[in-house]
T-cell receptor
Framework: DTAVSQTPKYLVTQMGNDKSIKCEQNLGHDTMYWYKQDSKKFLKIMFSYNNKELIINETVPNRFSPKSPDKAHLNLHINSLELGDSAVYFC????????????FGNGTRLTVT | GQQLNQSPQSMFIQEGEDVSMNCTSSSIFNTWLWYKQDPGEGPVLLIALYKAGELTSNGRLTAQFGITRKDSFLNISASIPSDVGIYFCAGQDTGANSKLTFGKGITLSVRP
């Protein structure tokens, strides 16, 4: 199936730990994104990569470090997890430019205890 | 920064009714998109609008890109129980590094 797939779907961890979320797309897109959805369902962009190059970096703590080994993958590593990091993280992909809608993965629910 | 306004936060309708959702922005967008999110899943694209004034349909859904490029609406006709979910509008700005800004979403409930 063509899709944006994220792993894991659920991640429960303790404060202070380091964790990673992986994302892969097989849609042939050249741009990938990470969005954070808070408890009020608000979706906010965190990062965007085009062909492995960082092109959007919103005001995100530097404990969050995206890594793109190739244009089909964009992983998110989070250091020293805090309670406020609990949220659903969505990966998305598109072609670069205005007329290319984003396709989203099914999200990773991160719970920090 | 850019903000999209969607209200109310929740809507409750009877099965078979039509419903309209509006989205307004403080700034101009080149593209307007409507997404639906079901529980435990990611947002799924419903309709994309690329030109001011454009009116586009997708089955029972109709959406329009406002002439001022600062607003859009989504209509759902003859609602059914599976229309339940969160509906997000999103605006995309110009340029190669354009990003998508989302409204806060409207949670739609459909009573059978």
């Amino acid at each position: 199936d063509t899709a944006v797939s994220q792993t894991p779907k659920y991640l429960v961890t303790q404060m202070g730990n380091d964790k990673s979320i992986k994302c892969e797309q097989n849609l042939g897109h050249d741009t990938m994104y990470w969005y954070k959805q808070d408890s009020k369902k608000f979706l906010k962009i965190m990062f965007s990569y085009n062909n492995k190059e960082l092109i959007i970096n919103e005001t995100v703590p530097n404990r969050f470090s995206p890594k793109s080994p190739d244009k089909a993958h964009l992983n998110l590593h989070i250091n020293s997890l805090e309670l406020g990091d609990s949220a659903v993280y969505f990966c998305a992909s598109s072609y670069r430019g205005t007329n290319s809608p984003l396709h989203f993965g099914n999200g990773t629910r991160l719970t920090v205890t | 920064g850019q903000q999209l306004n969607q209200s109310p936060q929740s809507m409750f309708i009877q099965e078979g009714e039509d419903v309209s959702m509006n989205c307004t922005s403080s700034s101009i967008f080149n593209t307007w998109l409507w997404y639906k999110q079901d529980p435990g899943e990611g947002p799924v694209l419903l309709i994309a609008l690329y030109k001011a004034g454009e009116l586009t349909s997708n089955g029972r859904l109709t959406a329009q890109f406002g002439i001022t490029r600062k607003d859009s609406f989504l209509n759902i006709s003859a609602s059914i129980p599976s229309d339940v979910g969160i509906y997000f509008c999103a605006g995309q700005d110009t340029g190669a590094n354009s990003k998508l800004t989302f409204g806060k979403g409207i949670t739609l409930s459909v009573r059978p």
